[in-house]
Each structure stands twice: as C-alpha cells, then as structure tokens.
C-alpha cells in the first residue's frame, strides 16, 4: 500500500489525459501491486482532488503527515518549530521560491518544462528547439525561440507533493544576461544549480556560484545530460567540489550512462527509480536494486553519511555512536539542515531530455531547501541603516521588494517578493524610495508570458503588479511599515564591459521610437546604460557584452520598427602642447563705418610642469610609518603603492584636462572690459583644435599686453584676436594628439594569467601591477582605450568565459606616430572637403 501511494505521489501531478486510472492495469505486472477494489476508490479520489487544484491560488496544506514521504515530513516539522519559535502565526511553511540557475546550454530551460509538465502545470512537453516550432514554456519571448536560449528570466508557479505551493524562476545561462540571474538570487530563498554531465564545471557556473554566495542561497545540484557521449557524474562531483569549494555526495546517481542510461539510484533508500511511459510520468520503484549496482549503492551510502558527519555536528555525533547504520530519517535530517546552512550540496543526475531523474529533484526541493520561515532576511531602518529582521508573517507590516520591470499589454509589470505581511489588490502602498503613495490596481501571478489574478500575496510569495511606476530596487510598504521607515538592500548591478555608437535609420517617428526604447529598456535593464557623448554628438549605448547589444537593437527593430546602424564609439582624441609659444597679434578690420581694432600680447604653455600624461614626484610621496606598521606595510606594500599611483594620475589627468587663462596685464593697454572677451576668444580656441580638430587641453595662456582703439575696439574684435593668436601660437608650441588611457583590471583563473599578460602586451598595455587572490590573478595594466575595442569577446574566448574585466578612465598620452599621422590626414580631408 505504501508504495502504491508513492508512485501516486510522482504521478498525480500529470493531468487527466494521462488516462491514469484506465491505464493502470499496464503498470500491475511491473509494480507487483494487487488491483484491489479497496484501493482504487482511494485512488481516483486523491487523483480527482489534486487535478482540481492545479490552477487554484494555493493547494490545501498536508496535514497527513504518516501518509507523506518520510523526507516531506522532517521538511514540514522543521519549519513548524522554526515557525513556533518565532512566534509567527501565518506562515507559509508549505511554499517554496526556488530557481534554475547554470551555463548555457546545460539544460536549465528543458529541465523547468518537465517540472511543469510533472506538476500538471502544462499539459504537453515543447523542447527548446523542437520540430513543431513552439519552444519551451518559459521561454515566451520570439527571440528566445528563434536562438534557442534563454534571454530574459521567467517566473511561473505549480503545487507539489499535495499541498506544496513552489515558485520557480527559470533564469540564463549566458553571460551577457547575468543581471536576470542576479536580481532572481536575490529574492530566492533556494536553486538548483545544474551542471552539464559532460561539460562539467563552465566559467557561467562559477559565476553562478558567486551568486548564490553572495545572496546566501542554498541550492541542490542535477547533474543532467547523463544521456550524452562522455557523460561522466563522478569527475563532474568532484569538480563541484574542487572548484566550487562545496561539499557534495549523490543522493542520486545513474543506472547506465549514454545510450543505457534507464533511471537512478536513491542513495538513501537504496531503491531503483525507472521512469517509464512516454514522457517519463510513470515512476517504477524497485527496491531489490540489480546486482551490478548494490556495491556502488552502498558505496554513495557510505561516502554520503561520512560528508553529512564532516559538515554537520549533530549527525556527527549520531556517526561516532551508531557508524554506517544511522536511520534513513536522521540522514534526511542532516541533510537538510547542511543544506540549509550551505555546507553541503546535495547531487542528484539523471537527463532532462530523456525524462529521467526529474520527480525526485524536485522532490528534494520540497524536502532540502528552506521555507520562507527558515530564511532569515533583513531591512535596513533610517538613515543609520541599522538592520531590522523581518518576519514572514501575512499579519505583520508590509515590506515587499521590487526586483524586476517589464513593459507589459497593460502598463508597466512589476515582479515583487513578499517579505513581510499581505500585499493586497486595491490597498494603497507606498514607495519608500519616493515617498509617493501608490493604489495596486491589479496583482497577478506569472506563468511566463501568462498571468492569472489574484486578490492578495502574503509573506514569502511572488507575485507582480500592473500600473505602478517604480524602479528596479524599490521597496514597497504599507503605512506601519512607512512609519518605522524600513528599505530593503537593493540588488548589485555589474558595470557594463562594451560599448557601442547607435543612430536610428529615418526621421520623425523613428526618432520618436527609438528614443522611447532607449528609455524603456534602460529601466528595464539595468545593465544596459545610454548616454549622448557631448564632443562626438553619438547615442552610446553600454551592455555586458556583444549579444547583449545585439539583442536589444534587434528588439527595436521588431518591436518598434527602428533601423539601427551600430558601429565603434568614437574615441575622445585631445590636441595639447608640449612647450612655451610666445603670440602677439593685431586684429584690425575697417568696413567704412566703426571698425574693429584689437591687439593681444602673451604666451601659451602647458599647465603640468614635466609633461601632461604624468604624475608629479610628490603625488607620489608615501607617509612615514611607524615601526609596528612596517610589518603590515611591507605586506600590502604592492597593492597600496599600485593605488597611490592610481590616484596620482587621476590627479594629474584631471590638472591636464583643464584650461587656464591668465591676467597679466600691466597697465591700460587693454581696458579692463574686454578682458573677458578675450577669454571667451580663448575657449572658443580650445575646442577645436589645429591638428585634428579635436578639443585643447593642458594650456595656459598668459595675456600680458596689448593695444586697443578708443572706438573701433569692442568685444568682438578682442574675442576674434585671442582666438586667432592662439591658433597661430599652437603651430609653434609642439602640438600634439592625446589619447585616452584606461586603468584594465582583468580577474583570470591562474591558468590563464599568462595569456592575460600576452594579450594586454598586444594592446599596447602597461602592466602595473599583478598578484593572486585564491585561484584567480589580478593584473592592473594601462591600456589605450582604441585598443579595447573587442577585449571582452576575446578575454572570454581565451579564459572559457571565465575572466572578467572592469577599466576605467585614468589619463591622456600621446598617441602613436601610425594614429597621429592617420588623425592629421583625416582632419585635412574634412576640411578640404568642407570647402
């Protein structure tokens, strides 16, 4: 009877249409069970009353525990006592908010249409790129289809194992969409993190990892594609935890691989799980495993309860007393307290597109990963942020974070997590952030692109709103909550790694459009960032990577019917000088009436003494220490004095950057009121240089005499006779092109730090300084920024994806003889062209 009600248990989530009750006859001889006439009724009743809540809002809770997986008990139980110990009396100790997280291409996506398909959520299965040209369910967008990757993070809701409410956010697996994965961590109180059984460890699943650390997210791991040629679950556990720095033991693992791969092995019930039936919904249990398997079976036992006795204190001492016969439900325990307290990682394999190891992942998460009630979160309170713990209590005030926009059918969709109280349609709530007092008009629950309305989401839910105007970040409170003025942490937005020149194609609304867009997105995204670049006059536009961009200029084509041309942002070349120029210049015009007379006297030179692009030798001076500090200097001795050159040539760039006039006039020559003209006359000089037209820096001029008229001198003709002395000045002080040099901190595992090095050198970079942080190196270089163009494409390339790099504005130089001359040439043409 009991494993009759098990196999019912993985298989009442298929919808009607499966034909359970009237195919159950084909599964008697295989499952050994008796047809009784006591057992059917039962049966068709369960399955009747699970298929009727599919679609409700919440599925009534178990309270049936002697009826329920041993696993799901010790989950209920836990949370009751941590809901009792907190004194909550709504909590939602029943509901899970678990996502998907891996690199592209492990599966993610496949593996969230079985879970769906299981739980009655869909009721037929659509592959990533299958042959009928749907695609998989949550991934709604056209693109996403078209490309067969996952582009934007999608949410979606289903019940489980009679009673269990579960939200799931399937997020990318590609870099560039890093940001969905980041903002999904954020509210997630669990993850399974899959990895690809052939593949391995990827660059994304360290990042990941680094996520999911960062937002203390305890995650299980499905080691899918066990299907495929090389597959190899061993070597890809202990890469989990040697890279990953994780404890980790199959509580799952294969029965054959590749071609013959049939089911898994539970580790601690020592049972078979065969998936048969079309789609993998018909679970076989054996629990007289096959002999090849009852060695290695006891085996995973053994090196699971060893692990569990390593990280967790209380199944340690039960080890010391009982050994290798600790009872199954001590180790289900364990492993859900490690788990939870992120020591341990639980593995589970099996392959998503052959439909096998699916039902009992996520029964683990249902039993492993923590309720709301068990995951302590916090909001900072005033101006002192002191950190305030929340309860998830449907009854207390309402705190509620926005972590994700969307541009809906209806207006602005905004995703909200529920930490604390009710968050009810129709109520008023108040952006924190604003102070503005906003009504919810409507409040739904997501199915990827689909949405069902709901009254209320209580504590611990996730939901989305229509009709607010907010930010990604925003945190949403009633009035008791507006009182104690309580914000939540925002979410980390990485800065953009590539940037790219943008112009629409077409005038009037395609201007119109693409500006709307531009601004959409932009609040969409916030890893996608815009700007008008004041000298070059372009729409920048800055993303995490190559795709990234392509797709959001692809988007505004479809979407908006916009023609974009993308190419290189222009580089900001300055002009400046590199020694003294005297000038002395008479401007005199006569055009029958008054005239124009104007005559300047002085010199122009470089304001940084020693050269423009350099640091002054006292920028660099470091501070006496103390003899106690000479131990702590010496060892930081390299990365303090690698930040204290930075800041010398932030301060010397900035000096260079500016534009100074002096007066030095003695006597009256020239009337005190035109000596602002003239310095109008010198600021109109400098921005447009001699050279190459671009903008002067780093110049000093110096008025100190001149003549004048006393009626045809005026404003003009000083501002024309400054300017025109400059320019005259400027071929003679040693002009020179400048281009801009970027600080480049490039992050590599140390494998790779040698072809790091080679290619900064081959950028014309000056590597400043280099050191290891764990496994990875750290090089800061000096690198010209016409030369970074592409770097992200390629350091991906030559790391797997694994190195990542920040650069930021640090100084003019002199550009090379090839790119002056190219410079120099370029401007005569377009001035010869202009006349």
Known sequence: MGLGYRFVDHFVGRSAACGLVTRWSRFQASMSLPMTSAWLPSFRSRFQRVSRSQYTEAAPLVTDLESSDVAVQMSLEAAREASEERGLEQAPIARRNFGIAAHIDSGKTTLSERILFYAGRIRKIHEVRGKDGVGATMDS??????????????????????????????????????????????????????????????????????????????????????????????????????????????????????????????????????????????????????????????????????????????????????EYRVPDEEIHRAVRRATIARSFTPVFCGSALRNIGVQPLLDAVVSYLPSPVEVRSFAMQGEAEQRIPLEPDAGAPLVSLAFKLEDGRFGQ?????????????????????????????????????????????????????????????????????????????????????????????????????????????????????????????QTIISGMGELHLEIYVERMRREYGIDCQVGQPKVNYRESISRRAPFQYLHRKQSGGAGQYAGVEGYIEPTVEGGFWTARADDLETPATSAGDEMATKTNESAESSARALVAHREAAKRAAENEFVNALVGNNVPPQFVPAIERGFQDAVQEGALSGHRVQGVRMVLQDGKSHPVDSNEIAFRTAALMAFRKAFALAGGVVLEPWMRVSVQVPQEYSGDALGSLTKRRGVVVNSQTDGEYAVIDADVPLSQMFGYSTDLRSMTQGKGEFTMEYLRHEPCVKEDYERLVAAYAAHRKADT
Not at 236 to 258: C, D, N, R
Not at 480 to 508: D, F, M
């Open 141 to 322: 967008m056209e693109l996403e289809r078209e490309r067969g990757i996952t582009i934007a993070s999608a949410a979606t809701y289903l019940n489980w194992q009679r009673g269990f409410h579960l939200n799931l956010i399937d997020t990318p697996g590609h870099v560039d969409f890093t940001i969905e994965v980041e903002r999904a961590m954020r509210v997630l109180d669990g993850a399974i993190l899959v990895l690809c059984g052939v593949s391995g460890v990827q660059s994304q699943s360290l990042t990941v990892d680094r996520q999911m650390r960062r937002y203390r997210v305890p995650r299980l791991t499905f080691v899918n594609k066990l299907d495929r040629q090389g597959a190899n679950p061993e070597r890809v556990l202990q890469q989990l935890m040697e890279k990953l720095h994780q404890p980790a033991a199959f509580l799952t693992f294969p029965i054959g691989l590749e071609r013959d791969l049939c089911g898994v092995v539970d580790v601690i019930r020592q049972q078979a799980i065969y998936f048969d039936g079309g789609y993998g919904e018909q679970l076989r249990i054996e629990d007289n495993l096959p002999s090849s398997l009852q060695h290695k079976a006891e085996q995973a036992r053994r090196l699971l309860i060893e692990r569990l006795a390593n990280v967790d204190e209380r199944f340690g001492d039960l080890f010391i007393e009982q």
């Open 413 to 537: 969709l905004t995703y909200v997590r529920v930490y604390q109280g009710t968050l009810r349609r129709g109520e008023t709530v108040y952006n924190v952030r604003t102070g503005k007092r906003l009504r919810v008009p409507r409040l739904v629950r997501l199915h990827a692109d689909q949405m069902e309305d709901i009254q209320e989401a209580a504590a611990g839910d996730i939901c989305a709103m229509f009709g607010l105007d907010c930010a990604s970040g925003d945190t949403f409170t009633d009035e008791r909550g507006l009182e104690k003025r309580l914000t939540l942490e925002s979410i980390r937005v990485p800065e953009p790694v590539i940037s790219l020149a943008i112009s629409p194609q077409g005038k009037g609304d395609g201007q119109t459009n693409f500006t709307k867009a531009l601004n959409r997105f932009t609040k969409e995204d916030p890893t996608f960032r815009t700007y008008l670049d004041p000298e070059s006059k």
